[in-house]
């Protein structure tokens, strides 16, 4: 008996609830103001203002003269800059002396394995002529897996020990998650401001130009990498072709064939005497 009970109460309360939002339900239409109380209009003659917070855009300016040689003597009032016909100022300029902050991004896939011994050779290029004495950088390697291999530091020797010591992978090639890495690590380092410049976010690719099995799309990747104010500079390279180096079976003890010749054949209605000053040429292939 107490669990017909119990269960007629529940289903007491269940229909008392379902009763209750029907008789709780607002008018329709607007509520009405209450008698004595003035209604505030919007001014008619005001707009509506939206103010928006856009951070500096870095924007990288190559100037060359008439013989092609590059131009180093330009000041902030020798450009003009525009954005959809608007003037825009600008709050800093430079020659390329700010600090750098960069990721190097190594493709470490089972196919370009023959390159390795190459590539482990290039990190002094990268620590001397792009790092410099300020800069920083970080190494990341990916096959099908992205890994950091290296974060950002100002020592040049950690970043030449991750070159020196890069291994290979699988055979997969996950380029756009790694650029999609290298893109949020660059989005933490400092940002210019109108009184300091921050630092110069470079994003610097050795790889194939080839995507295997990546999340990531290469559009979005490229947004932020322009939100964020990321250069991206890439370094193609293609693995040489596998060759072997012992015969197979089928060739062992043959001689090499000879190159292919052409010959030439009198026809009988060709005359027997030779063209003088005619010469024939053959080209093998």
Known sequence: MIRIAGASLTLTLLLALADAPARAQAPSGPI???????????????????????ALVNTPVTVRDGRGDMVHNLEAHDFQITDNGVAQQISHFDLGG???????????SSRIEPLLPQVRKTGILFT????????????????????KLQ???????LVENAFAHLRPGTSGSKLYDAMAVGVEMLSGRPQAT?????????LMLLS???????????GEVLRQ???????????????PPARS???????????????????????????????????????ST
């Open 194 to 202: 109108a009184d300091k410049p921050g630092r110069r976010r470079v």
């Open 208 to 218: 194939e130009a080839t995507d295997a099995g990546s999340e990531a799309k290469l």
């Open 128 to 147: 001397q002529t792009v790092m410099g004495p300020t800069g920083e950088a970080a190494v990341v390697g990916f096959n099908d897996s992205v890994d």
């Open 32 to 54: 009405p103001p209450k008698p004595g109380v003035e209604v505030q209009l919007p001014p008619k003659d005001v707009q509506a203002k939206v103010k928006v917070h856009v």
């Open 245 to 283: 180096s012992r015969p197979s079976r089928k060739t062992r003890g043959r001689k090499s064939p000879r190159p292919a010749r052409f010959r030439f054949r009198r026809s009988p209605e060709f005359p027997k005497r030779p063209l003088a000053k005619k010469t024939a040429t053959a080209i």
């Open 98 to 108: 700010d600090p750098i902050s960069m990721v190097v991004l190594l493709e470490t």
């Open 225 to 239: 990498a322009q939100l964020a104010n990321v250069t991206i500079y890439s370094v193609g390279h293609s693995p």
């Open 151 to 157: 974060d950002f530091t100002t020592n040049a020797d």
